[in-house]
């Protein structure tokens, strides 16, 4: 049963494209990840799943419900919770609760069920003001706030960004423990390396989708060997890895390069062109791809495309004045 579908939204702000013809389903259910780098258009998709802004051409249903035509209706089916902490800062922990219960006419007890598992984690401090709380905290009691009306779908708009690694860990396995009440939830994240806690994700760039898939075969599509370089220039290293005509890819990973050859280049005639510009302690592994190195490969793919399609446009616009 598909529980968000989204047909070919389009929305700008003035000249700026935000999200264009995007479209793809969310089943019942599903943990679906909308992966990409500020600005991308995960935000604006978020408002416009859950009514605060109205896209400009296509539609989209939650539960079934047109997002404009049902506003009402969607507002108490889902549940979000914004990038910017928005919770009151001034009331504590347990009033902040007690106000979104009430909103939507529950109460904390009727559905403690539903958040206990996380409520637990902050009600020592429920008399703190939401203002004086760790960012972890904040998060928990965000999520809590976004699940006390008892949601079919859960928006979660980089819910872990600025958070530390331990809450980070703690807050996706909370999000798989909700998922096996059979709520749906999107999430978004500028952390590639959570895409793989995801069922399937969208990773998405300027307002579009670049694949959709379950992270293990968007990673199982990279179809070339991916190399991990290393020497005892880094910085250097990069800069003469991009110069060379043989070298097809190469980006800082971590305290390593990921390099991809082009098939006249092999590693032993690297190892030998990096020794005679000066560098030692090369290292070169072959490893496996990740979803990060997906995103990369379609981003110059994307890239490669525009650039294409950009010079075929120059072309006609500089050969018709002359015909
Ligand atoms: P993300 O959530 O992935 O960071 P956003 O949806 O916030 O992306 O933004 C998508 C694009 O739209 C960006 O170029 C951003 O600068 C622009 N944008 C977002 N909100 C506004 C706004 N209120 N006015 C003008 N431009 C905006």
Request: glycine letters at 6%.
């Amino acid at each position: 049963m598909i529980s968000v579908s989204v047909h070919n939204i389009k929305k700008s702000y003035g000249k700026t494209v935000a999200l264009n013809e995007l479209s793809f389903d969310v089943e019942r259910g599903e943990l679906f990840g909308i992966i990409g780098p500020d600005g991308a258009g995960k935000s604006t998709l978020f408002r416009i799943l859950t009514t605060l802004l109205v896209a400009d051409e296509g539609n989209a249903f939650v539960d079934g419900f047109d997002v404009v035509k049902y506003y009402k209706e969607i507002r108490r089916r889902v549940g979000y919770m914004p990038g910017r902490f928005s919770l009151y800062q001034d009331l504590t922990v347990e009033e902040n609760l007690t106000f979104f219960a009430s909103v939507f006419g529950t109460t904390i007890r009727e559905n403690y069920h539903l958040i206990e598992d996380i409520y637990k984690q902050i009600e020592p401090f429920k008399d703190r003001r939401a203002g004086k709380l760790s960012g972890g905290m904040k998060q928990k009691l965000a999520l809590c706030c976004a699940l006390i009306h008892k949601p079919s779908v859960l928006f979660l708009d980089e819910p872990t960004t600025g958070v530390d690694p331990v809450s980070r860990k703690e807050f996706w396995q909370m999000l798989h423990r909700l998922q096996e009440q059979n709520i749906t939830i999107l999430v978004s994240t500028p952390y590639m390396d959570e895409a793989t806690l995801c069922n399937r994700i969208g990773l998405i760039r300027e307002g579009e989708f670049m694949t959709v898939d379950t992270p293990q075969s968007i990673v199982a599509k990279f179809d070339k060997q991916l190399y991990a370089a290393s020497s005892d220039n880094m910085s250097r290293l990069l800069y003469d890895l991009r110069r060379l005509p043989g070298v097809e890819s190469c980006y800082a990973f971590g305290g390593v390069h990921h390099v991809v050859l082009k098939p006249d280049l092999d590693v032993s005639a690297l190892e030998n062109l990096l020794c005679e510009t000066g560098h030692s302690e090369i290292d070169i592994n072959p490893i496996t791809a990740t979803v990060e190195d997906c995103f990369m490969a379609l981003n110059s793919d994307a890239d490669a495309y525009r650039n294409e399609t950009d010079s075929v446009r120059s072309r006609s616009f500089h050969i018709v004045p002359f015909t």
